[in-house]
């Protein structure tokens, strides 16, 4: 019964994986997603520069439960470009994405390792500084996505 439920979870998981459960859905709830995803993400980083920047006191708490939140959404990001959904509704993704797969990946993949390092340093930060260039560093990867990935 265990091995079952196991084997049941593991097959869940490879499928999710894959985008295979993904790309079943419509390509226009794909791209609804892909920018819900996103502006869950602009919304909490906002915080984050707002502090970074001094127009926000510094609240360790506060911060790290954002940088979480962007830590998660970049974890569940790769779905939101699941194959077939470069059309079907009014979308800013670059065909890129698509035909540039490798080169995606390496960005994608920055932006879960630069916004996963930011939560490490958030837990312990007893001050703005400490956060200061790793925060900086997630902004790059956003902009490194952005400006090959993403139409103006
Ligand atoms: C791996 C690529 C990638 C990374 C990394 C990335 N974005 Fe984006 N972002 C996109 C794409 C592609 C779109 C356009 C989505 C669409 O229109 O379908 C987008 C759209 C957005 C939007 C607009 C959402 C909407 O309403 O359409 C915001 C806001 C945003 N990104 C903020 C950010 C921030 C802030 C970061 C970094 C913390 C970030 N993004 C990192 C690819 C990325």
């Known amino acids: ?45 906002r915080p ?20 979480e939140i962007v830590a998660d959404m970049a974890s569940i990001a790769p779905d939101a470009f699941a194959a077939g959904s470069d059309k079907g509704a009014e979308t800013r993704a670059k065909p890129e994405i698509w035909s540039d797969a490798a080169g995606f990946k390496k960005v994608m993949d920055n932006f879960q390792a630069e916004s996963a390092k930011l939560v490490q ?23 490194g996505c952005h400006d090959n990935y993403r139409t103006k």
């Open 1 to 45: 019964m265990k091995h079952v439920l196991i084997a049941a979870l593991i097959g869940t998981s490879t499928l999710l994986a894959s985008g295979t459960v993904s790309a079943q859905a419509k390509p226009e709830d794909v791209i609804k997603f892909r920018k819900s995803v996103y502006t869950v993400v602009g919304w909490h980083v």
């Open 48 to 67: 984050l520069g707002a502090m970074v920047k001094g127009q926000m006191p510094f609240d360790q708490a506060v911060f790290l439960k954002n940088a």
């Open 121 to 143: 340093v958030a837990r312990t930060a007893k001050d703005v500084d400490a956060v200061r260039s790793q925060f900086s560093a997630l902004s790059k990867s956003c902009a």
